[in-house]
């Protein structure tokens, strides 16, 4: 090559960059919207209206400005060119029809996006629909809402490793215990393991009526006994709005009443008299994996690309599909499906994400991970009482927990519905007793074998017991140094006897069990019996320690 060619190609590559970077921040070209639409121009940027767009006359401002990228978004992306302010008169008006904003950008190795301002999304920002030239380095965006624009070139690893960062967090993700949880005394809950949801309740207006808010990354379908009223369903992220869709679409083979979403929060009622009300949740694998791509890509994809995500057919097969095991395969067959509803920038990105390598791991390793702890809880709300515990005392066992001797109908762990009054409490670590009714008691027998200093317990008869029902419970101990007897129950010493009748439980009565080798305990009554499955009166959260 000549000299003089060496100097023309460097001084035509001076002149086009000087052209890309001679708009810098505060320069601005003012249009007034004709009857044809309109064309504003500042270096490197050409935005175009159709007729229509606005009322005649309307005042359009196009300026540069710095990016305002957050730094969640320069993680993967750079802005290149010229990013731009865009308002209709002052900002008071919006687009009636969309407008094409072209962008001249340096050349990129990269692939060439535009994002704005958008703030139903995680990071405020949002990619807009565009078309990346990479031999005329110009990216054309339609945009029908105005803010501010930028063009950024994505570097496609490291928008990969984002987005599963994102993933990452919406599995583990979790919620503040609000103030409502325990505020109505009279109300209560019973425990919910791994505090999976943070549960609210109070009577009004002739109801019992709860929430549910979601303290974990997953969908649960929900089933209540008797059957609830719920509130329609709701959400406040777009990824939420997005599996609502989905949900409604699938509900027909759901086996819950509803769905509670990730980060959201369910409302119910039950009418009052019922309780103690029960109420199931039960993760469903399906729509858990689908809402935890929707939320890593509602960190930055608009509302109107997760609508049409959410409404796709196949969507509904994978979620009828999946099951709690979630594999490579059931991830690329969501990606997939997901990748084919999308086209332009939404299907571009989408194909990034799919090779992205680290991506389906992220997926499997977090939702697996949640899969694998708790995935079905059954709770129950109903009313207080002094005597109920919700877990047992350091050191403690339940009652139910010890050794007892073989009979016909042992006690058994119950979670036991006890008519207080007008009220119905269920006590959700009781041991039952069965009730001898021909005349001799019913006698059962743990072995403490000399292990714990106090034994604690209510009485009280259960719901199934036969109305007006009254029992005599006695409860007697031996020692350990009389247990090397033959007969060791001749020995015994009286540590309580009770008359109870159903409605009217035994308040929590605490024994000293120092030295005590054995407890027995023997219930009797004359009031005629009926059958039942499991005994009915019961120590009531009795526990030893």
């Not at 979601?214 to 329609?232: F, H, I, K, M, R």
Request: net charge negative; with cysteine.
């Amino acid at each position: 090559m000549t000299v003089r060619r060496v100097v023309a190609a460097a001084l035509t590559a001076l002149l086009t960059a000087t052209a890309l970077t001679a708009c810098v921040p505060g320069d601005s070209s003012r249009v007034v919207v004709g009857g044809e639409g309109f064309v504003a121009r500042i270096a490197g940027v050409t935005v175009s209206g159709p007729a229509g767009v606005a009322p005649e006359g309307t005042e359009v401002r196009l300026e540069a400005i710095d990016a305002p990228l957050p730094t969640d978004v320069t993680e993967f992306s750079a802005a290149v060119g010229t990013a731009i302010s865009l308002t209709l008169d002052g900002g008071k008006l919006q687009p009636a029809e969309p407008l094409e904003v072209e962008f001249t950008v340096p050349e990129s190795e990269d692939p060439v996006f535009v994002i704005g301002e958008d703030s139903s999304t995680g990071t405020g920002t949002a990619f807009v629909e565009s078309e990346w030239d990479p031999e005329r380095r110009v990216v054309t965006a339609t945009v029908d809402h105005l803010s501010w624009f930028s063009p950024v070139a994505v570097d496609e690893e490291e928008f990969s490793d984002k987005v599963a960062d994102w993933i990452e967090q919406s599995a583990g993700v979790n919620t503040a215990r609000p103030e409502c949880v325990g505020a109505d005394e009279k109300l209560r809950f019973s425990s919910i393991p791994d505090n999976i949801v943070w549960p609210c309740a109070e009577e009004r207006g002739g109801a019992v009526e709860w929430s549910l808010q979601s303290n974990s990354g997953l969908v649960w379908e929900v089933l209540t006994e008797p059957q609830a009223d719920y509130e329609p369903l709701t959400a406040l992220t777009l990824s939420g709005i997005a599996t609502i869709e989905l949900a409604k679409t699938v509900a027909a083979g759901l086996k819950g009443d509803t769905v509670l979403l990730p980060l959201e929060t369910l409302k119910g009622s039950f009418e009052l008299g019922e309780a103690p009300y029960t109420i199931a949740l039960q993760v469903e694998p399906g729509l858990s994996q689908v809402t935890t791509l929707l939320f890593g890509l509602s960190m930055m994809f608009p509302s109107k690309w997760l609508d049409l995500i959410s409404q796709a057919e196949c969507l509904v097969d994978v979620v009828k599909t999946a099951t709690s095991s979630p594999s490579g395969e059931s991830w690329r067959t969501v990606w997939g499906c997901v990748a084919s509803i999308l086209t332009g920038a939404g299907g571009t990105l989408l194909s990034i994400l799919m090779t992205g390598p680290g991506l389906f791991a992220t997926q499997m390793d977090g939702l697996s991970r949640e899969l694998s702890q708790t995935n079905a809880v059954q709770f129950t709300l109903g009313y207080s009482d002094p005597t109920q515990l919700d877990d047992k005392p350091s050191g403690a066992s339940w009652l139910y927990e010890l050794p007892q001797e073989i009979v016909a109908d042992p006690a058994e762990e119950v979670a036991a519905p006890v008519p207080v009054g007008d009220s119905t409490v269920v006590f959700q670590h009781s041991s039952s007793v069965w009730v001898g009714c021909e005349g001799k008691a019913h006698k059962i027998i743990f072995y403490l074998d000399g292990d714990y200093t106090e034994l604690s317990f209510g009485l009280g008869l259960q719901a199934h017991a036969p109305e007006g029902m009254t029992a005599d419970i006695e409860i007697r101990a031996v020692a350990e140094e009389d247990s090397r007897f033959v007969l060791p129950e001749n020995y015994s010493g009286e540590i309580g006897r009770w008359s109870i009748t159903r409605g009217q439980p035994l308040e929590r009565q605490t024994v000293d069990v120092t030295g005590v080798w054995s407890v027995s305990v023997s219930a009797i009554t004359s009031t005629p019996c009926g059958s039942a499955d499991i005994g009915y009166a019961a120590l009531l959260d009795a526990y030893v320690r």
